[in-house]
């Protein structure tokens, strides 16, 4: 069985840019979950998904921060413009039953 | 209420030694318990979880002891290993397949050869 997949792996911006990251879940999978882990911290869920619904988005920056997932399959996670302290590593999880599947994540440094 | 709060922030153990972390929770309808392990520049892996009906449950090398009464958990590691060096992360949730993990911080393990 395949694992979550996430692309890119690292990402260097200069803040004020914008940058979008792609999740690909196990197969089957309907709920799809967005952390942020920030050097030294735990994982930070910024958004949920059931399917192709929002389940919990209340830790999302929503005047930068959108994400989707239109098909209930992929999802992409976007940041608008970003800031300095947007540096961390974007994490992808997806279940089934409850337990969380983690893809390796995406390495961001705002410069 | 939300708060799973963890202990040691990090820890050394000599190779075959046993390593123990501790978590500890305030919220008494969390109901699923899990330990994720994070090697650097991977993902978090699910390790070994537990449910507040059992008091202990061991697979292989790792165990997790759970103390309803006093709202904590640990995880053990027997015959800890070099390649057990890793940070573990202890999680709580509330019940249902749309599980929303409350994360710890984390604990930061090395084991000396």
């Known amino acids: 069985e395949a694992g979550v997949a996430q692309s890119p792996r690292y990402k260097i911006i200069e803040k004020r840019q914008s940058v979008a990251f792609w999740c690909n879940p196990i197969?089957?999978?309907?709920?799809l979950y967005w952390y942020q882990q920030i050097l030294g911290q735990g994982p930070k869920l910024l958004i949920q998904f059931q399917n192709n619904g929002v389940v919990d988005d209340s830790q999302l920056p929503k005047d930068r921060f959108s994400a989707e997932r239109l098909k209930g399959v992929d999802s992409t996670l976007k940041i608008q413009p970003a800031k300095l302290e947007d540096s961390a590593v974007y994490l992808c999880?997806?279940?089934?039953?409850?337990?969380?599947?983690f893809g390796p994540g995406t390495r961001l440094t705002v410069t | 209420q939300q708060q799973v709060k963890q202990s040691p922030q990090s820890l050394i153990v000599q190779k075959g030694g046993i390593s123990i972390i501790n978590c500890a929770y305030e919220?008494?309808?969390?109901?699923?318990f899990p330990w994720y392990q994070q090697f650097p520049g991977k993902g978090p892996a699910l390790l070994i979880a537990?449910?507040?009906d059992v008091s202990e449950k061991k697979e292989g090398r790792f165990t997790i002891s759970f103390n309803k009464s006093a709202k904590q958990f640990s995880l053990h590691i027997m015959d800890s290993q070099p390649g057990d060096s890793a940070t573990y992360f202890c999680?709580?949730?509330?019940?249902?397949?749309?599980?929303?993990?409350?994360w710890g911080l984390g604990t930061s393990l090395a084991v000396n050869p």
């Open positions: 197969s089957g999978h309907a709920t």
């Open positions: 537990i449910r507040p």
């Open positions: 999680a709580a949730s509330l019940g249902g397949n749309n599980r929303k993990l409350i």
């Open positions: 919220n008494t309808a969390f109901d699923y």
């Open positions: 999880a997806s279940s089934w039953t409850g337990e969380q599947y």
